[in-house]
């Protein structure tokens, strides 16, 4: 268990609407990361971040901002969410011991309609 | 740029048969390889790595796999399967430094009574 809440598990919501995911993690790890998973696609990288106010974009970011203000805490928002974005969102965290491994919460199943 | 290859999104064997999972990846640079275990509904969890030590991984569940760096290949592979292991299995890539972080698409694993 690496210590990684996701809220909400689930949420329903109409287009056009902003959403904010929220990563919790318990370690103090440096490093958080936002995934989308997709059937057929496995899991694209959204945005990452390696510390406080530090983040960058990954594969798919069109469309997705992140934040992170405290190291504990890493947000992604959908500032005005498309059917596009429907899927599950998973947060990871790399602990940056040897082995370079990633953790994951238990994601967020996003529908929008 | 690093990518993976899933050879077949669903594979079904026999409880007790052998479990074979294929992988192909491509790399720019030494990899680090990595076998994740999705159960529905959960979050990724690490089966096991490869991180340039041993060619021969061996992970949780009885599960194992093989570096073969002329193949570019990282297969998955458990003696005798069990129910419990049905799920969706993801190989993973990355750099040694941990940057770029590559999924495959995943293979869903079924056992058959």
């Known amino acids: 268990d690496a210590g990684i809440t996701q809220s909400p598990r689930h949420k329903v919501t109409e287009t056009g609407t902003p959403v904010t995911l929220r990563c919790h993690q318990t370690?103090?790890?440096?490093?958080m990361y936002w995934y989308r998973q997709d059937p057929g696609h496995g899991l694209r990288l959204i945005h990452y971040s390696y510390g406080v106010k530090d983040t960058d974009k990954g594969e798919v970011s069109d469309g997705y901002s992140v934040s992170r203000s405290k190291t504990e805490d890493f947000l992604l928002t959908l500032e005005s969410a498309t059917s596009s974005q429907t899927s599950v969102y998973f947060c990871?965290?790399?602990?940056?011991?040897?082995?370079?491994?990633?953790?994951f919460g238990p994601g967020t199943r996003l529908t929008v309609t | 740029a690093q990518s993976v290859t899933q050879l077949g999104s669903h594979v079904s064997v026999s409880e007790g048969a052998l479990v074979l999972l294929r992988c192909n990846y491509s790399s720019s640079v030494p990899p680090y390889l990595f076998w994740y275990v999705q159960y529905p509904n959960q979050g990724l969890q690490l089966l096991l790595k490869?991180?340039?030590?041993?060619?021969l991984v061996k992970g949780i569940n009885g599960f194992e796999a093989e570096f073969k760096k002329s193949e570019t290949s990282f297969h998955l592979t458990k003696p005798s399967a069990h129910m419990s292991d049905a799920a969706e299995y993801f190989c993973a890539v990355s750099e040694p430094t941990g940057q770029n972080f590559v999924f495959g698409p995943g293979t869903r694993l079924s056992v058959l009574p």
């Open positions: 490869y991180t340039s030590a041993a060619t």
């Open positions: 990871a965290i790399k602990p940056g011991t040897s082995g370079y491994e990633q953790y």
């Open positions: 370690e103090n790890h440096r490093y």
